[in-house]
């Protein structure tokens, strides 16, 4: 639904006319309802009247009840009640910044809408904690149902889980058993509701998983080519990472820099072939060709020449006589009279 009819400025200026002089003041500026939308700090009006900010605190709370109790208040009852079915039709939970976007876009407005859902008596604000940021709830049924649920997803995932957007949507509709059927299969609003988590978080690519993974909170260069390369799905070249860095994050990715980090980072990225890396969780190992032809034998034992090229060129990009003149390596590799290579 939308909100048709309130005018939350006027309706703040039909409540703040209850107040004497000084409340009215300390309160329009504690919350910004003035010609400037900063929301002063206790001291800073307290140092205006030359009183501690203490005092000012209580000079708060009293306006705020003398406004709760006033006639205006009663008056503006109809208001109150269409702007909570709003939000209830929004979601009934959603994190500060989402609702106040969703009210309005300009700095003073969402001031105004605050003070309502401050004096409000059915809007509920819950404070940031270690897993939920600021919140404002309509209903207490589904927020227990929503944290309830956030809490069960937060615990299936990985520190290097990456999820599709779908994917995690699908499985969060699942922990939502009782929820509102108006609520159920909507993305936009279960959306909203991830928005609650502090622990559970999205990168630019629409991938999903927890907020403190480098997957998506990207932190460097190599954060950017990890998430790239996989998202490629087949190794990729140091000068093609660059330009993918910049054209999917913005981000400025000198092509040196991208390679020295790639470089750097031997426990994500392996050299497959001149310039190219692919990611160590597809089944790729660091080293040189000989190196690959060790770990495979010490697997295997003793292989054909053409098993052996096949199993190394799945996992670099050099060409089959290059294999073939590493297994000539008699200090490490030793052929059978049946054909077959062995560890030296």
């Known amino acids: 639904?939308?909100?048709?009819?309130?005018?939350?400025?006027?309706?703040?200026?039909?409540?703040?006319?209850?107040?004497?002089?000084?409340?009215?003041?300390?309160?329009?500026?504690?919350?910004?309802?003035?010609?400037?939308?900063?929301?002063?700090?206790?001291?800073?009006?307290?140092?205006?009247y030359g009183i501690t900010r203490e005092r000012v605190r209580q000079i708060e709370n009293f306006a705020l009840q003398s406004i709760k109790k006033s006639e205006a208040y009663k008056?503006?009852?109809?208001?109150?009640?269409?702007?909570?079915?709003?939000?209830?039709?929004?979601?009934?939970?959603?994190?500060?910044?989402?609702?106040?976007?969703?009210?309005?876009?300009?700095?003073?407005?969402?001031?105004?809408?605050?003070?309502?859902?401050?004096?409000?008596?059915?809007?509920?604000?819950?404070?940031?904690?270690?897993?939920?940021?600021?919140?404002?709830?309509?209903?207490?049924?589904?927020?227990?149902?929503?944290?309830?649920?956030?809490?069960?997803?937060?615990?299936?995932?990985?520190?290097?889980?990456?999820?599709?957007?779908?994917?995690?949507?699908?499985?969060?509709?699942?922990?939502?058993?009782?929820?509102?059927?108006?609520?159920?299969?909507?993305?936009?609003?279960?959306?909203?509701?991830?928005?609650?988590?502090?622990?559970?978080?999205?990168?630019?690519?629409?991938?999903?998983?927890?907020?403190?993974?480098?997957?998506?909170?990207?932190?460097?260069?190599?954060d950017y080519a990890y998430l790239v390369i996989r998202r490629h799905g087949s190794p990729l070249h140091f000068t093609e990472v660059a330009k993918a860095i910049e054209k999917l994050f913005g981000r400025s990715a000198h092509v040196a820099t991208c390679h020295n980090e790639l470089i750097k980072d031997k426990k994500r990225f392996v050299l497959v072939g001149r310039g190219l890396y692919g990611l160590s969780e597809w089944g790729y190992s660091n080293g040189i060709v000989r190196d690959i032809i060790c770990r495979i034998l010490g697997e295997e034992e003793c292989l054909s020449r053409e098993e052996l090229v096949d199993r190394v060129l799945k996992e670099r990009y050099v060409k089959e006589n290059t294999v073939v003149v590493n297994l000539q390596n008699k200090k490490y590799f030793k052929r059978d009279a049946d054909g077959k290579y062995r560890l030296a």
Do not use: C
């Open 1 to 48: 639904m939308e909100l048709s009819s309130l005018k939350p400025k006027q309706l703040n200026k039909n409540l703040l006319s209850v107040l004497p002089d000084r409340a009215r003041d300390v309160v329009v500026s504690r919350f910004g309802l003035g010609s400037s939308p900063e929301r002063r700090t206790l001291e800073s009006i307290g140092q205006q």
């Open 75 to 222: 008056a503006e009852e109809e208001a109150l009640e269409e702007l909570r079915s709003h939000i209830y039709s929004n979601g009934a939970i959603l994190p500060e910044d989402h609702l106040l976007e969703l009210l309005a876009k300009d700095q003073s407005t969402q001031n105004h809408f605050h003070f309502i859902l401050v004096l409000g008596e059915t809007f509920d604000r819950r404070k940031e904690d270690q897993h939920f940021t600021h919140r404002w709830s309509v209903d207490e049924n589904v927020s227990k149902i929503v944290h309830q649920a956030l809490h069960g997803l937060y615990q299936t995932l990985g520190e290097d889980d990456l999820i599709p957007e779908e994917e995690l949507l699908n499985s969060f509709y699942r922990r939502l058993a009782g929820i509102p059927s108006e609520f159920k299969d909507n993305p936009e609003v279960a959306k909203r509701w991830l928005a609650l988590s502090k622990v559970i978080g999205s990168n630019p690519l629409g991938e999903w998983g927890l907020a403190s993974s480098p997957n998506i909170r990207a932190r460097g260069i190599r």
